[in-house]
């Protein structure tokens, strides 16, 4: 109910609108549809919820089967790829969609480790090429020199880059829900050069998420203790490099 105060504005609801007094000023105010915009916030806080509540599984295989280092908000950004790949598929309504109806490119360039990131430590581009179920991956000549400018002050014995293509079912509804596919491993010594590869990989599986990490581990050889890996908080990038649906 309104009423008129003492300075002769009105203050109080009238019909669909809310008089106010600010500082002296008359404000006027359509009241909210609280029905409307309680469904609307119930619909993404459950779809919210459905990305939260796949992550945790996803992000524990690539923690503990990919032996990925990670910074402590990452299970905040991952959440956030996840939820995207609910809310940008307009072609369901909200609260019938899947991550599976999504676009899995929302993944690629998630860093694992925001204190390591991939571009800060990888010299090269790696293209993808999608064709007829099939991925064709393209890996440059590579030079350890190239890699030794981009950690100057951390020499190392020699590195290793690993590149993993992770099958993954995002609703968790199939068994196993998330495996490593195929992978590849290039290991580079002081002063040494790879020729460029292809490296193809057929008959994806179909209806499950695709997604290529990229990894470098380096390495030292330690008179006392032998080799060991310099595997710290900045010194362990790892990335999605790609992501497809076949």
């Keep these: 109910m309104a009423r008129i105060d003492k300075d002769g504005l009105i203050r109080g609801k009238i019909g669909d609108f809310v008089y106010r007094n600010y500082r002296g000023k008359q404000i006027v105010q359509r009241v909210a549809d609280e029905t409307k915009t309680s469904e609307k916030v119930k619909k993404n ?4 919820g459905y990305a939260s509540s ?4 996803i992000r524990n295989f690539f923690i503990h089967q990919l032996d990925l ?12 790829v996840l939820y995207e790949l609910l809310i940008h598929n307009h072609a369901k309504d909200a609260n019938e969609r899947k991550l599976l109806d999504g676009n899995p490119k929302q993944y690629i360039g998630l860093n ?19 064709d007829n ?36 079912d995002p609703d968790l509804e199939q068994n196993p829900n998330a495996i490593i596919y195929n992978q590849r491993e290039i290991t580079l ?28 581990e380096y390495f030292e050889m330690n008179s006392i203790f032998g080799l060991k890996s310099l595997k710290t908080k900045d010194l362990c990038p790892a990335c999605v490099l790609y992501a497809a649906k076949f």
């Design 54 to 57: 796949k992550e945790s599984a």
């Design 133 to 168: 179920n099939k991925l064709t991956i393209t890996i440059p000549e590579l030079y350890t020199k190239s890699f030794q400018q981009k950690v100057k002050d951390k020499p190392f014995d020699h590195l290793k880059l690993s590149l993993i293509l992770c099958s993954i």
């Design 112 to 130: 694992f480790n925001v204190n390591s990131k991939w571009e800060d430590f990888m010299p090269y581009y790696l293209p993808v090429n999608e």
């Design 45 to 48: 806080n459950n779809e919210f």
């Design 69 to 80: 280092i990670n910074d402590g908000n990452l299970h905040n950004r991952h959440r956030k």
């Design 189 to 216: 010594y002081q002063n040494q050069k790879v020729e460029e590869m292809k490296w193809e990989i057929t008959n994806l599986p179909p209806n499950r998420f695709l997604l290529l990490l990229g990894k470098i």
